[in-house]
């Protein structure tokens, strides 16, 4: 049977549980009846994906998002927490997770390898949340020494606790919400390795797995990132798509009335210019407000 958690998990995300789903869950209450219906069971017997749906949810669910660009200040400030000398055992960790994510070919692993680079940024987000647990986590809670490796520490049933408040630990520290959608995948992409070990056991609170815990935690993450994104400051030099409109017909008039060549050859340029960016409307579609906007500079 079909976990109702991912059921939820799906409506939760507006996607539409399989139809076999929904066919084993009627066919289960007509039995009960003592009933069949061969409607159902044609459903039951064609060979499309939908029985393969529940083994790919998950992978589905760690990559859906879209990392965002790196904010620089965050990137810099991040530096000052960061785990700074692994220990051996953390870095044998590191380097079987950095051969497990690209190497070409890998049992354990759920989905095609992946870059270098991108490793690579999952290892500094790890670094990061380690340097945090080590130095800026209240321990009082813990039942004796934690080893800071990864396999340990996200192995750990408390792991959703800890991200919880590492995240609050940055946003304490001002960093943005797109910085935290992309520390938080790195740790999701850690998590999935240590899953992979053997005699690992993904602990549940709540009817909710520690992985399905931080995916909440990264939902929660890219949908303050797309707010903060619509809503940021914004650029001094900005013009609606009125006021572009007034501008170009500002120009045309300035340039009807110009009088020698010099003024002539400067309003031209403006108004080329201007006409070029306003007469035909500029691609919308990727705006988060929907609105017709436009950034000009004036020339020196």
Request: glycine letters at 4%.
């Amino acid at each position: 049977a079909v976990a109702k958690r991912h059921r939820d998990m799906l409506v939760a995300l507006g996607k539409k549980p399989p139809r076999k789903w929904e066919a084993e869950e009627q066919r289960a209450k007509l039995a009960e009846e003592g009933f069949t219906d061969f409607n159902l069971e044609a459903v039951l017997e064609e060979e499309d994906c939908d029985e393969m749906y529940g083994i790919v949810l998950s992978n589905e669910l760690r990559t859906e998002f879209v990392p965002f660009v790196e904010v620089e200040i965050d990137e810099t400030t991040s530096r000052g927490y960061s785990l700074k000398k692994p220990s051996k055992a953390l870095q044998r960790d590191l380097d079987e997770y950095r051969a497990r994510r690209t190497a070409t070919l890998n049992r354990f692993r759920k989905g095609r390898a992946v870059e270098q680079t991108t490793c690579d940024g999952d290892v500094s987000n790890g670094l990061r949340f380690l340097g945090w647990f080590k130095s800026y986590r209240d321990a009082s809670q813990d039942d004796g020494p934690i080893p800071l490796t990864l396999r340990t520490v996200f192995s750990h049933a408390r792991l959703a606790l800890w991200v919880e408040q590492y995240l609050e630990f940055l946003e304490g520290r001002g960093l943005q919400w797109s910085s935290k959608v992309n520390y938080t995948t790195g740790i999701l992409n850690i998590l999935s390795y240590a899953i992979a070990d053997d005699g690992y056991v993904l602990t549940e609170e709540k009817g909710q797995t520690v992985m399905e815990q931080i995916l909440n935690l990264r939902r929660q993450c890219d949908a303050n990132a797309t707010i903060q994104k619509m809503y940021r400051r914004r650029h001094k030099e900005w013009l609606d798509w009125d006021d572009v409109q007034r501008t170009r017909l500002t120009c045309l008039v300035r340039l009807e009335a110009a009088t020698t060549p010099k003024q002539v050859h400067s309003l031209l340029q403006d108004a080329l210019m201007i006409s070029l960016f306003s007469v035909t409307p500029p691609d919308v579609s990727a705006s988060p407000s929907g609105s017709k906007n436009l950034l000009f500079r004036s020339r020196p």
